[in-house]
C-alpha cells in the first residue's frame, strides 16, 4: 500500500537553529498537508499546498514557517528560528483529491527543540 | 465554526469487554466529513473510517463499528471484544465543505486494554 514517509523520524534541534522536516508524498497525489502535535494534545492544521503554492495556513503558521516542494517528490517543511514550544510531532500527509475526502498521514517526525 | 468534542480523556477497559468512544461535533456546514483516526504508542495515524454528512448508514467492520447521528452531532465509536492491541489514543476529525482541505481534530481519547 502507497505511504508517506516522513524524514528523519526523530530531530533534535538547539533553539534558534534552522530545521527542515521531509516528507515524501504518495506519487499521483496532487494535494500535501503539515499538522502539529505537541505532546498529549490533539492533532493541528499548519498548512495546505496545491499546485506549488499554499492553499490554506493557520494561525500558527507564521513567518517562522515556510514549505516547499523543491524536486517534484519530496515536500518540505522549514522552520526559520526554532523556539522550546515548536517541539511536537509534525505530520505530513497528502491526498488526490480535496483533502475532506480523507488523506495519508506520514509516520510523523518529532522535533524537540532544547 | 468548526470544533470536535471527545469528552472521554482516558478509557481502561478489561480485554473481551465492549467499549464506545464518544465524538460530538460542531459544524455550520451542510455537507461535511467525519473521521476516525487511531494513534497507537508508536505514534502514527491509522485512518479508520470517513463518513460523509449525506450517510447515516451505521458501519461495521470485524469487531469496529460507527453509529452516526445528525440529530444529536454525534459520531461514536465502538469497539466490540476488545484487545490489547486496541491500546492507543483515538481521534475523531471533521472537515467540512465550506472550510477548505483542513481538519478539525477532537483532543482524542486514551483506551487502555488490560489483559
Known amino acids: 500500500e502507497p505511504e508517506v514517509t516522513q524524514t528523519p523520524s526523530h530531530q533534535v534541534t538547539q533553539m534558534g537553529q534552522e530545521v527542515i522536516l521531509r516528507c515524501v508524498p504518495i506519487s499521483n497525489h496532487l494535494y500535501f498537508y503539515w499538522y502539529r502535535q505537541i505532546l498529549g494534545q490533539k492533532v493541528e492544521f499548519l498548512v495546505s499546498?496545491?499546485?506549488?503554492?499554499?492553499?490554506?495556513k493557520s494561525e500558527i503558521f507564521d513567518d517562522q514557517f515556510s514549505v516547499e516542494r523543491p524536486d517534484g517528490s519530496n515536500f518540505t517543511l522549514k522552520i526559520r528560528s526554532t523556539k522550546l514550544e515548536d517541539s511536537a510531532m509534525y505530520f505530513c500527509?497528502?491526498?488526490?483529491?480535496?483533502?475532506?475526502?480523507?488523506?495519508?498521514f506520514g509516520s510523523g517526525t518529532r522535533l524537540t527543540v532544547v | 465554526a468548526q470544533k470536535v468534542t471527545q469528552a472521554q480523556t482516558e478509557i481502561s477497559v478489561v480485554e473481551k469487554e465492549d467499549v464506545t468512544l464518544d465524538c460530538v461535533y460542531e459544524t455550520r456546514d451542510t455537507t461535511y466529513y467525519l473521521f476516525w483516526y487511531k494513534q497507537p504508542p508508536s505514534g502514527e495515524l491509522v485512518f479508520l473510517i470517513r463518513?460523509?454528512?449525506?450517510?447515516?448508514q451505521n458501519e461495521i467492520s470485524g469487531r469496529y463499528s460507527w453509529n452516526f447521528q445528525k440529530s444529536t452531532s454525534s459520531f461514536n465509536f465502538t469497539i466490540t471484544a476488545s484487545q490489547v492491541v486496541d491500546s492507543a489514543v483515538y481521534f475523531c476529525?471533521?472537515?467540512?465543505?465550506?472550510?477548505?482541505?483542513?481538519?478539525?481534530f477532537g483532543t482524542g481519547t486514551s483506551l487502555t486494554v488490560i489483559p
Open positions: 463518513r460523509n454528512s449525506f450517510d447515516e
Open positions: 476529525a471533521l472537515s467540512g465543505s465550506n472550510t477548505g482541505n483542513q481538519f478539525y
Open positions: 499546498f496545491y499546485n506549488n503554492e499554499i492553499s490554506e
Open positions: 500527509a497528502s491526498s488526490e483529491s480535496p483533502g475532506r475526502r480523507g488523506y495519508t
